[in-house]
């Protein structure tokens, strides 16, 4: 569900359920969202055994390497729990420092509640822990690492920031970590093969170059036979 704001879609908003009782501000609606896993671990588990125990058979398959460290990276997380936070925007919302993620996996397991990564987001937390207790934990961190005032003060007095920190946290947030076990030997997170790898086509049309002068700016545009060899190359699968 969406409403049209200029150009653009923008989800709706409450009032079908109550208000957030972090900041008192209305839910966004969004979904459907798929609540069961979407994972077989039997055959996570079985695709990995063939990788890992008949190397010879796979050995064709360039790809082999990041395919076990995506498998291996699936069969670590928690297969019940369908959604996830990811640190980065946790305190990008607060304007603080990034903990380690470590940190956050202690914390989150000393409050009684379990954690795991996610396969395609490196900063993602899967956890079965409730938001309240999320905050609590960001807030006990901001404590340890206070943010600028200017973010939770004057105009910014009423922003996103402000109200949750202006609440105390209901827990004592314990750092340290409980539970370690060694991870598997794998590439879970492989880097792109090349420079501007990715789905997104190579721009094209004007381009602005600037020269020595700083008060000139020299704009040209790229060959017709460029951009028409660019929309008659093929697109692989990969990159769809």
Aim: aromatic content about 8%; charged content about 20%; glycine content about 4%.
């Amino acid at each position: 569900m969406a409403t049209k704001k200029g150009n653009t879609y923008v989800p709706y908003r409450g009032p079908p359920v109550e208000k957030c009782d972090t900041t008192g501000s209305q839910f966004k609606i969004a979904g459907p969202v798929w609540l069961d896993p979407i994972h077989c671990l039997e055959t996570v588990t079985e695709a990995i055994s063939q990788l890992e125990n008949q190397p010879e058979k796979w050995q064709s398959l360039s790809t082999k390497t990041p395919i076990h460290g995506l498998l291996t990276a699936v069969s670590e997380e928690l297969n019940d729990v369908p959604l996830f936070y990811n640190l980065s925007d946790l305190c990008h919302s607060l304007h603080c420092q990034v903990p380690p993620l470590h940190k956050m996996y202690g914390a989150i397991q000393n409050a009684g509640y379990r954690v795991s990564a996610q396969h395609k987001d490196p900063q993602a937390l899967k956890t079965d822990a409730p938001p309240n207790i999320i905050w609590d934990i960001m807030r006990s961190w901001v404590k340890l690492h206070p943010v600028h005032q200017k973010w939770i003060t004057e105009q910014n007095s009423n922003s996103t920031a402000a109200k949750i920190l202006s609440s105390t946290g209901n827990i004592e947030v314990n750092w340290s970590l409980i539970k370690y076990q060694p991870k598997k030997k794998a590439q879970r997170f492989p880097m792109n093969p090349e420079k501007y790898w990715g789905p997104k086509p190579r721009a094209v049309g004007k381009r602005i170059i600037t020269t020595n002068n700083k008060n000139q700016v020299k704009k040209t545009k790229l060959p017709e036979s460029t951009n028409q060899q660019d929309k008659n190359q093929n697109v692989s699968p990969t990159t769809k």
